[in-house]
């Protein structure tokens, strides 16, 4: 089982990785890199019952029974020499020789595993050797363990569920950020730098702001406002500017403020842009689905005030806020 | 009715990893191949009818929470797009039938909203 060590900020980040989120959790692929992070000896079972060759059959029989297993390593003068399972002692039966000794029926021909292999490992030789259980070795080949595939799911599970925690303490951690930084205004502040044409990452600077929110505690409504607004943002600097431009978020407890500014080509006619329908998307654009002309649009019913400044050749401002009710601040009280 | 349902029912091709469509329980459907149409009209748990198939599909349906894209008249989204909907959470569903005729069934099955 997995020892309950603390780990560092590093290995978390480092080893784990990114934590899940809600959707990864009933994904297969975080299984499989689990599997391959995971090390035997964090999941193996270190309390051993263990015989000897000169035992009979009956008495281990008597071990398995008591702990409920289904097999124990045989150990002689320090050192691993085979494994005994149930299925040993059902040959045993067979020919009514149940006092004889485990070193008659043991299974001499050993695999094991090495403590410091990861899981995926050990799932092969399961695969290979068609056993139910190995022996684990240390580094001086000195048996230290046991391994199962309950072991191996189990600390699957665990390790599962400590991502899950972690990205609790990630939220938690995030959502007190107002409430535990003193000042007489305090305000977060994210840049994405949106690069033209680039429909490839299309929407990704707004995933990342909509799950930021999130994290910051802000009420799920208001992060899809916010998601909806900073996508139509983020894709018309994707579409319209010749250079990209800057995405800037700034989060207060009292409002969200969204910003976008590029350095052309400029807007002619901002009223005209304010018309629902009107676009000046390419044949090109237009086939990707966007260029409904509804952009603006939609970011004017998700927000509560948005702002447009434009000089032709020399770039757009777009302001958008969200006022945040004061039930709603990130740092509300909860009594 | 759940996602499963639909799936069997109009005979959908399940392109994004398989997951436990039971539990899902569309809210209601959107038909649209303009993604601002969709950002404005489509509602958290909305099955979303389209012919568009390429990655900005993903973003749209993840930002707004759709409980499934259905891809119609064989449009098929490339390897990169299948992958950023499974990373995403997001299942893409495809199918021949053109947007009409999903929506007809769907409305058959009592998704009126």
């Given at each position: 089982?997995?020892?309950?060590?603390?780990?560092?900020?590093?290995?978390?980040?480092?080893?784990?990785?990114?934590?899940?989120?809600?959707?990864?959790?009933?994904?297969?692929?975080?299984?499989?890199?689990?599997?391959?992070d995971l090390k035997i000896h964090e999941v193996m079972t270190k309390k051993l019952h263990t015989a000897s060759p000169e035992m009979s059959?009956?008495?281990?029989?008597?071990?398995?029974?008591?702990?409920?297993?289904?097999?124990?390593?045989?150990?002689?003068?320090?050192?691993?020499?085979?494994?005994?399972?149930?299925?040993?002692?059902?040959?045993?039966?067979?020919?009514?020789?149940?006092?004889?000794?485990?070193?008659?029926?043991?299974?001499?021909?050993?695999?094991?595993?090495?403590?410091?292999?990861?899981?995926?490992?050990?799932?092969?030789?399961?695969?290979?050797?068609?056993?139910?259980?190995?022996?684990?070795?240390?580094?001086?080949?000195?048996?230290?363990?046991?391994?199962?595939?309950?072991?191996?799911?189990?600390?699957?599970?665990?390790?599962?569920?400590?991502?899950?925690?972690?990205?609790?303490?990630?939220?938690?951690?995030?959502?007190?950020?107002?409430?535990?930084?003193?000042?007489?205004?305090?305000?977060?502040?994210?840049?994405?730098?949106?690069?033209?044409?680039?429909?490839?990452?299309g929407g990704t600077a707004s995933s990342h702001i909509k799950r930021a929110l999130l994290r910051l505690g802000a009420d799920p409504q208001?992060?899809?406002?916010?998601?909806?607004?900073?996508?139509?943002?983020?894709?018309?600097?994707?579409?319209?500017?010749?250079?990209?431009?800057?995405?800037?978020?700034?989060?207060?407890?009292?409002?969200?403020?969204?910003?976008?500014?590029?350095?052309?080509?400029?807007?002619?006619?901002?009223?005209?842009?304010?018309?629902?329908?009107?676009?000046?998307?390419?044949?090109?654009?237009?086939?990707?689905?966007?260029?409904?002309?509804?952009?603006?649009?939609?970011?004017?019913?998700?927000?509560?005030?948005?702002?447009?400044?434009?000089?032709?050749?020399?770039?757009?401002?777009?302001?958008?806020?969200?006022?945040?009710?004061?039930?709603?601040?990130?740092?509300?009280?909860?009594? | 009715?759940?996602?499963?349902?639909?799936?069997?029912?109009?005979?959908?091709?399940?392109?994004?990893?398989?997951?436990?469509?039971?539990?899902?329980?569309?809210?209601?459907?959107?038909?649209?191949?303009?993604?601002?149409?969709?950002?404005?009209?489509?509602?958290?748990?909305?099955?979303?009818?389209?012919?568009?198939?390429?990655?900005?599909?993903?973003?749209?349906?993840?930002?707004?929470?759709?409980?499934?894209?259905?891809?119609?008249?064989?449009?098929?989204?490339?390897?990169?797009?299948?992958?950023?909907?499974?990373?995403?959470?997001?299942?893409?569903?495809?199918?021949?039938?053109?947007?009409?005729?999903?929506?007809?069934?769907?409305?058959?099955?009592?998704?009126?909203?």
């Open positions: 089982m997995c020892p309950n060590r603390v780990r560092t900020e590093q290995e978390i980040n480092g080893r784990r990785g990114r934590p899940i989120t809600d959707q990864d959790a009933h994904e297969i692929n975080r299984v499989e890199e689990l599997s391959y059959l009956s008495d281990v029989l008597e071990i398995l029974r008591i702990n409920r297993i289904s097999g124990v390593p045989v150990v002689e003068d320090g050192q691993l020499a085979g494994v005994l399972s149930i299925e040993d002692i059902v040959r045993a039966m067979g020919k009514n020789d149940l006092m004889e000794t485990v070193g008659q029926y043991m299974t001499r021909r050993l695999v094991t595993v090495a403590s410091y292999d990861t899981i995926v490992k050990a799932m092969r030789t399961f695969a290979e050797s068609r056993v139910g259980r190995l022996p684990v070795v240390n580094e001086e080949n000195k048996l230290v363990g046991m391994i199962t595939k309950g072991d191996i799911t189990r600390g699957i599970l665990l390790a599962l569920q400590k991502d899950y925690k972690e990205e609790e303490v990630r939220r938690y951690r995030a959502s007190h950020l107002f409430e535990d930084i003193i000042s007489d205004r305090t305000t977060l502040v994210l840049r994405y730098n949106i690069k033209a044409q680039n429909f490839t990452h208001i992060a899809r406002r916010c998601g909806i607004a900073v996508y139509e943002a983020e894709m018309n600097l994707i579409i319209h500017t010749t250079r990209g431009g800057i995405l800037k978020l700034e989060v207060e407890p009292h409002r969200i403020t969204m910003s976008t500014t590029d350095d052309g080509p400029g807007i002619p006619d901002i009223e005209q842009v304010l018309q629902p329908g009107y676009s000046t998307a390419t044949d090109q654009v237009r086939e990707l689905g966007f260029g409904a002309g509804m952009g603006l649009v939609n970011i004017k019913r998700c927000v509560d005030s948005m702002d447009i400044e434009s000089t032709v050749s020399k770039g757009t401002k777009l302001i958008m806020r969200i006022h945040i009710p004061t039930e709603n601040l990130s740092g509300r009280k909860e009594e | 009715m759940d996602l499963q349902q639909i799936i069997e029912r109009l005979e959908l091709n399940v392109l994004t990893d398989s997951r436990d469509f039971t539990s899902v329980h569309p809210r209601g459907g959107y038909t649209s191949d303009l993604l601002s149409c969709v950002m404005a009209g489509a509602k958290s748990k909305y099955i979303w009818v389209t012919l568009q198939s390429h990655l900005n599909i993903v973003a749209v349906a993840a930002l707004l929470d759709i409980a499934a894209v259905i891809i119609t008249e064989n449009a098929h989204p490339d390897h990169a797009t299948i992958a950023k909907a499974n990373e995403q959470g997001v299942t893409l569903l495809s199918t021949s039938m053109p947007n009409f005729e999903v929506d007809g069934k769907l409305w058959e099955m009592g998704l009126h909203n």
